[in-house]
T-cell receptor, first 114, second 116 residues
């Protein structure tokens, strides 16, 4: 079945630094990738949607200059949290969609900003 | 836009009993309804899905029903086991736009505990 690999699974960074999270579709071409943020005991909140080679579409309230998304190829999307602050600490999850109906999720990245 | 509600928020059942989680959606254009299971610290995993041209779908102990008229869909887990304990999310989306910008809108989640 479709597999999405997300790295790193956990990252701790200092306030003010940037962190990059990678999302790779291993056995299919992801025409669209989605990035979600999840706070403890809450649902997944969509941050942005990206198509390969196009600029990402951000949801209302999500700062595009803070959460940089690059979808440079059909198998790789990256989310960079720039100038991270403690309030950016969260669980970030990517999802990829190929040509079919299904959406496959990565295993998530636990970001802690200290 | 689409809005998905989900009930209950928490559910405890005895091992072997059935569990039912219900969702409603608002956008009549939604035509695909996946259910995801999320274990602690992991990403969601698709467990079953249903399309709007089908009223019911079953996969071993898991079944999903859809009532398009009422905009309701439900997840049924029979003969529950402790390993079924997790957070379950329903979702709804429309794939009719023929673009890649159809978004999965999640319900708020149900925390299921199966008591041995």
């Amino acid at each position: 079945g479709a597999v999405v690999s997300q790295h790193p699974s956990r990252v701790i960074c200092k306030s003010g630094t940037s962190v990059k999270i990678e999302c790779r579709s291993l056995d299919f071409q992801a025409t669209t990738m989605f990035w979600y943020r999840q706070f403890p005991k809450q649902s997944l909140m969509l941050m942005a949607t990206s198509n390969e080679g196009s600029k990402a579409t951000y949801e209302q309230g999500v700062e595009k200059d803070k959460f940089l998304i690059n979808h440079a190829s059909l198998t790789l999307s990256t989310l960079t949290v720039t100038s991270a602050h403690p309030e950016d600490s969260s669980f970030y999850i990517c999802s990829a969609r190929g040509t079919g109906w299904g959406y496959t999720f990565g295993s998530g990245t636990r970001l802690t900003v200290v | 836009g689409e809005n998905v509600e989900q009930h209950p928020s928490t559910l405890s059942v005895q091992e072997g009993d059935s569990a039912v989680i219900k969702c409603t959606y608002s956008d009549s254009a939604s035509n695909y309804f996946p259910w995801y299971k999320q274990e602690l610290g992991k990403g969601p995993q698709l467990i079953i899905d249903i399309r709007s041209n089908v009223g019911e779908k079953k996969d071993q102990r898991i079944a999903v029903t859809l009532n398009k008229t009422a905009k309701h869909f439900s997840l049924h887990i029979t003969e529950t086991q402790p390993e079924d304990s997790a957070v379950y999310f329903c979702a709804a989306l429309s794939t009719l736009m023929k673009t890649s910008y159809d978004k999965v809108i999640f319900g708020p989640g149900t925390s299921l505990s199966v008591i041995p």
